[in-house]
């Protein structure tokens, strides 16, 4: 599914946040990808889901070598993906519905479609009966939620994580993570991004660490 061939990343100031990194995702597959603060974790996200380009190395999702695909080309690849981030950024003045129907709206999808499909996924994260609240009457974890009934609305293959707990308690963390791991059972490959090893610990995924932009260990599972 996701293949890294010797890819580094080097930005216009110089800071290497990438370097030399090959890897393997298998379709179907769920994987923690974890390291200290600016470990290149985000960068790694980031190349994959086509917001920043790889300055060596190739990338590939199945068949298809994303650093040879067209500007054009790169949105419509990108609507095959879920894309979670640690802050989910909703839009306050659309209420919950809305805010997970965007990206639906976006590709043109038919509207009683659109609220056939934003209903399910919000009913697969708890929050169905908050579809008419606005965002900002939410609390962080349910905010999250409707970032990850976003994510899903569009039924991609691959859902991308970003720190998706960073700003939750314990309890609801392990709630996002058992999330992820239920996608994953319907075979969603899902790669997510996290500092927090006691999570990682409490799942049984494989694990990818980073340290200054090098990957350094391919652990089946922490204990």
């Known amino acids: 599914m996701i293949r890294f061939d010797n890819v580094s990343k080097r930005y216009a100031n110089g800071h290497e946040a990438l370097a030399q ?3 393997q995702i298998a379709q179907g597959e769920m994987v923690f990808l974890t ?7 985000s960068t790694l996200l980031k190349l994959i889901a ?3 380009p790889a ?3 190739q990338i590939f999702l199945g068949k298809m070598n994303i650093c040879r695909i067209t500007k054009k080309a790169e949105p419509y690849l990108r609507r095959s993906m879920g894309i979670i981030l640690q802050n989910p950024h909703l839009l306050p003045d659309r209420n919950v519905f809305h805010n997970v129907a965007l990206p639906l709206v ?8 659109v609220g056939r499909r934003v209903r399910a996924a919000l009913d697969k994260v708890g929050l169905l009966s ?5 965002p900002t009457l939410l609390s962080s974890g349910e905010q999250q939620r409707v970032g990850i009934a976003r994510a899903i609305v569009t039924k991609p293959a691959l859902l991308l994580a970003d720190e998706p707990t960073g700003n939750l308690d314990p309890t609801l963390s392990l709630e996002i993570m058992e999330l992820f791991a239920q996608f994953n059972q319907v075979g969603v490959t899902v790669l997510v991004a996290t500092h927090d090893l006691g999570i990682i610990a409490r799942m049984s995924q494989r694990m990818l660490v980073l340290k200054n932009g090098r990957l350094i260990t391919r ?3 922490i204990y």
């Open 55 to 57: 300055t060596q190395g």
């Open 219 to 221: 652990r089946s599972k």
């Open 106 to 113: 976006v590709a043109g999808v038919n509207y009683r479609d």
């Open 130 to 134: 908050k579809e008419r609240a606005t």
């Open 35 to 41: 390291g200290h603060s600016g470990a290149g974790k």
């Open 21 to 23: 990194v090959s890897l």
């Open 50 to 52: 086509l917001i920043e």
